[in-house]
T-cell receptor, first 117, second 111 residues
Framework: KAGVTQTPRYLIKTRGQQVTLSCSPI?????VSWYQQTPGQGLQFLFE???????NKGNFPGRFSGRQFSNSRSEMNVSTLELGDSALYLC????????????????FGPGTRLTVL | GQQLNQSPQSMFIQEGEDVSMNCTSS?????WLWYKQEPGEGPVLLIA?????ELTSNGRLTAQFGITRKDSFLNISASIPSDVGIYFC???????????FGKGITLSVRP
């Protein structure tokens, strides 16, 4: 069974540009979450999608947005890039969202390394 | 917001040694997770803990859910070179699919 795939793996952009990152979850997984990883802040939750709806959102500015398609694939978009947006963006998928005391394991992709110059 | 504290930032051990790391918080959690991240990869779940006091093993790894529900411990026995990586503790928060991570401990193993 193929794991979570993310494209592209590496990306270089300049300040002010926008970028779209793509995530294909494990087959059969319907929940997709996005995380930003930086040396200073560590791993931080961006948002979660399930059934094409944003279910949960982290504390990031509105320049960060995402969506999910009917086949569960997800994209995230960052507009008006800033130097501080340079990071590893990780996508994780699970069968369904976790709820109550039940944690449904999230499987992470290898990430997209974004560099903003 | 909720914070998970992991220290030190880096650990250096000799192959064959045991190593212990912990993760603490001022908040109570119902689930504790330990992840490992290797270079160029995303984090991989090592152990999940669901009950205070629970001790769970996965090969040479053993983790414990602290009795106060505010901490968790991970022990790696008889370390080998492939144990190198960053070890994160994490907890589901908010709507539970949102994971809050500690800053991680980078483990180096000297042959």
């Amino acid at each position: 069974k193929a794991g979570v795939t993310q494209t592209p793996r590496y990306l270089i952009k300049t300040r002010g540009q926008q970028v779209t990152l793509s995530c294909s979850p494990i087959s059969g997984h319907r929940s997709v979450s996005w995380y930003q990883q930086t040396p200073g802040q560590g791993l931080q939750f961006l948002f979660e999608y399930f059934s094409e709806t944003q279910r949960n959102k982290g504390n990031f500015p509105g320049r960060f947005s995402g969506r999910q398609f009917s086949n569960s694939r997800s994209e995230m978009n960052v507009s008006t890039l800033e130097l501080g947006d340079s990071a590893l963006y990780l996508c994780a998928s699970s069968l369904v969202p976790s709820g109550g005391h039940l944690y449904n394991e999230q499987f992470f992709g290898p990430g997209t390394r974004l560099t903003v110059l | 917001g909720q914070q998970l504290n992991q220290s030190p930032q880096s650990m250096f051990i000799q192959e064959g040694e045991d190593v212990s790391m912990n993760c603490t918080s001022s908040s109570i959690f119902n689930t504790w997770l330990w992840y490992k991240q290797e270079p160029g990869e995303g984090p991989v779940l090592l152990i999940a803990l669901y009950k205070a006091g629970e001790l769970t093993s996965n090969g040479r790894l053993t983790a414990q859910f602290g009795i106060t529900r505010k901490d968790s411990f991970l022990n790696i026995s008889a370390s080998i070179p492939s144990d190198v990586g960053i070890y994160f503790c994490a907890v589901p928060t908010g709507a539970n699919s949102k994971l809050t991570f500690g800053k991680g401990i980078t483990l180096s193993v000297r042959p």
